[in-house]
């Protein structure tokens, strides 16, 4: 089973429609820690205010995640999804995340190289760096296209699976054993996306 | 790189597609479902589906297309036309669009913006201006007035302070639209758009005018648009997003190209 957890940040019918479409049978939208522990693999959506991950908390899905995280079960970030697996982010600096990665999410900046910078971060941009050990980035050839809409993003570290530019690089993606995140939508980005999901319920 | 972006729009009515991008081999009206996902396979960026009917008796029918049209369409998909409430913006979410577009709803009552945003997200709500210069005024461009009703009523706001307000109340991106340059195939209202462009940080979609490639690569050059809708143009010689984005990459405009 796989579960897709609604904390009521944003839309889930893509990212459930896009799991289904790749073939996986049994995709649960839920909200219960009992479900997460139970699930064969984890997926954090999320798009909107990192405020919204306080009710992560409030559930008690912090503590699931964490042991969810330890016992190897595959789980995936998206988007605010992914920032939640940091230390936090400058945009709601009372609610912590879960610090499975460290660094903490900031905004883009006002000015890059000189030049005004627009926030968000709309559009179509190219994964760069990326990891050859990834194996949620299996098959994903440098350059290719993904689909994004943020005006948060995570520092570039050691766990980073690839980088975008834009303001300077950020991490696209980020991979360190069973959990892993993307700042990108992939249930968005036509068959790199597609491929990126194919990878995570293959696993 | 972060690409600019070519939506392909689709004027949907009672379930059908009756203007708007077409392919030369079609020449009459099409099936949403079916011209959407031609259009993500040959590159498009994204979708736009305009309901130009927008009728109360029409919705059942529009959450139907919305629904099978987005099955399966794993590109950004927006639907827009009609939309006056949260409420109505949330049945169109279910049944699958991403951003809703919102135009006299929104100019009626802006509070609109904000209220869709909260439960999805600012990314979600895209205002849509319909905009005309001001003949004979001292700055034509920046007196130019939004109007509303499909274009029908004039509202006495200036184009470039209402997409500003819309920003701060909380739009993902504004759609502006040439009244003056659509239908016309001479190209976007690049002035207009730029002046938008420069006003709000969020990102500006130029619509109205799109006859070749060239324009495109001026609107994002000259008009500093992050993203252009094509409509009609695929009427008129460009046979598809793959065909019109290699021309205007060529240009030197930063493109996804697909594979």
Same mark, same amino acid.
């Given at each position: 089973?796989?579960?897709?957890?609604?904390?009521?940040?944003?839309?889930?019918?893509?990212?459930?429609?896009?799991?289904?479409?790749?073939?996986?049978?049994?995709?649960?939208?839920?909200?219960?820690?009992?479900?997460?522990?139970?699930?064969?693999?984890?997926?954090?959506?999320?798009?909107?205010?990192?405020?919204?991950?306080?009710?992560?908390?409030?559930?008690?899905?912090?503590?699931?995640?964490?042991?969810?995280?330890?016992?190897?079960?595959?789980?995936?970030?998206?988007?605010?999804?992914?920032?939640?697996?940091?230390?936090?982010?400058?945009?709601?600096?009372?609610?912590?995340?879960?610090?499975?990665?460290?660094?903490?999410?900031?905004?883009?900046?006002?000015?890059?190289?000189?030049?005004?910078?627009?926030?968000?971060?709309?559009?179509?941009?190219?994964?760069?760096?990326?990891?050859?050990?990834?194996?949620?980035?299996?098959?994903?050839?440098?350059?290719?296209?993904?689909?994004?809409?943020?005006?948060?993003?995570?520092?570039?570290?050691?766990?980073?699976?690839?980088?975008?530019?834009?303001?300077?690089?950020?991490?696209?993606?980020?991979?360190?054993?069973?959990?892993?995140?993307?700042?990108?939508?992939?249930?968005?980005?036509?068959?790199?996306?597609?491929?990126?999901?194919?990878?995570?319920?293959?696993? | 790189?972060?690409?600019?972006?070519?939506?392909?729009?689709?004027?949907?009515?009672?379930?059908?597609?009756?203007?708007?991008?077409?392919?030369?081999?079609?020449?009459?009206?099409?099936?949403?479902?079916?011209?959407?996902?031609?259009?993500?396979?040959?590159?498009?960026?994204?979708?736009?589906?305009?309901?130009?009917?927008?009728?109360?008796?029409?919705?059942?029918?529009?959450?139907?297309?919305?629904?099978?049209?987005?099955?399966?369409?794993?590109?950004?998909?927006?639907?827009? /036309?009609? $939309?006056? %409430?949260?409420?109505? #913006?949330? !049945? =169109?979410?279910? &049944?699958?669009?991403?951003?809703?577009?919102?135009?006299?709803?929104?100019?009626?009552?802006?509070?609109?913006? /904000?209220? $869709?945003? %909260?439960?999805?997200? #600012?990314? !979600? =709500?895209?205002? &849509?201006?319909?905009?005309?210069?001001?003949?004979?005024?001292?700055?034509?461009?920046?007196?130019?007035?939004?109007?509303?009703?499909?274009?029908?009523?004039?509202?006495?706001?200036?184009?470039?302070?209402?997409?500003?307000?819309?920003?701060?109340?909380?739009?993902?991106?504004?759609?502006?639209?040439?009244?003056?340059?659509?239908?016309?195939?001479?190209?976007?209202?690049?002035?207009?758009?730029?002046?938008?462009?420069?006003?709000?940080?969020?990102?500006?979609?130029?619509?109205?005018?799109?006859?070749?490639?060239?324009?495109?690569?001026?609107?994002?050059?000259?008009?500093?648009?992050?993203?252009?809708?094509?409509?009609?143009?695929?009427?008129?010689?460009?046979?598809?997003?793959?065909?019109?984005?290699?021309?205007?990459?060529?240009?030197?405009?930063?493109?996804?190209?697909?594979?």
């Amino acid at each position: 089973m796989i579960a897709v957890i609604d904390y009521k940040a944003g839309n889930l019918t893509s990212v459930v429609k896009a799991l289904r479409y790749l073939g996986a049978q049994d995709v649960v939208v839920t909200q219960s820690p009992e479900d997460v522990r139970r699930a064969d693999k984890v997926v954090l959506p999320g798009v909107g205010h990192f405020q919204a991950t306080q009710l992560l908390h409030d559930l008690c899905l912090t503590k699931t995640t964490r042991e969810a995280a330890a016992k190897g079960t595959p789980f995936l970030g998206i988007c605010v999804g992914l920032q939640w697996l940091y230390e936090g982010s400058t945009e709601a600096p009372e609610t912590p995340g879960l610090a499975h990665f460290a660094g903490a999410c900031e905004r883009f900046p006002a000015m890059f190289d000189g030049d005004e910078l627009k926030s968000p971060h709309v559009g179509w941009n190219s994964l760069e760096d990326i990891r050859p050990d990834s194996r949620l980035l299996a098959g994903v050839a440098p350059g290719s296209f993904v689909y994004y809409t943020h005006s948060w993003r995570a520092p570039v570290s050691a766990d980073t699976a690839a980088t975008t530019n834009y303001g300077g690089a950020f991490t696209a993606a980020v991979e360190r054993g069973n959990v892993m995140g993307v700042q990108f939508h992939p249930e968005k980005s036509a068959e790199t996306g597609l491929r990126v999901l194919k990878n995570f319920l293959e696993l | 790189m972060l690409t600019k972006r070519i939506i392909a729009c689709l004027d949907v009515r009672a379930g059908r597609v009756v203007k708007g991008i077409q392919f030369v081999d079609i020449v009459d009206a099409g099936d949403p479902a079916e011209l959407a996902h031609r259009h993500a396979a040959a590159g498009a960026d994204e979708i736009v589906l305009l309901d130009i009917t927008a009728t109360h008796e029409g919705r059942g029918t529009l959450l139907d297309t919305v629904k099978r049209t987005a099955a399966n369409l794993f590109v950004p998909f927006t639907v827009g /036309g009609g $939309i006056r %409430s949260a409420e109505e #913006a949330a !049945a =169109v979410f279910d &049944a699958g669009a991403d951003k809703v577009s919102i135009n006299s709803a929104a100019i009626a009552r802006p509070e609109l913006i /904000g209220e $869709i945003g %909260s439960s999805f997200g #600012a990314q !979600a =709500v895209i205002v &849509a201006i319909d905009a005309r210069r001001v003949k004979g005024a001292s700055d034509p461009v920046g007196e130019a007035e939004v109007y509303v009703s499909g274009g029908r009523k004039p509202t006495g706001r200036r184009v470039v302070e209402w997409a500003r307000e819309a920003e701060q109340r909380g739009a993902g991106e504004i759609l502006l639209t040439s009244m003056d340059c659509d239908g016309t195939r001479d190209g976007f209202d690049c002035e207009l758009t730029r002046r938008v462009s420069e006003a709000v940080q969020i990102p500006v979609i130029a619509s109205g005018g799109a006859g070749n490639a060239r324009h495109f690569a001026e609107v994002f050059k000259a008009g500093k648009a992050d993203a252009a809708l094509a409509a009609s143009i695929f009427h008129f010689g460009i046979t598809d997003s793959r065909a019109l984005k290699a021309e205007v990459a060529a240009a030197g405009v930063p493109m996804r190209l697909p594979c």
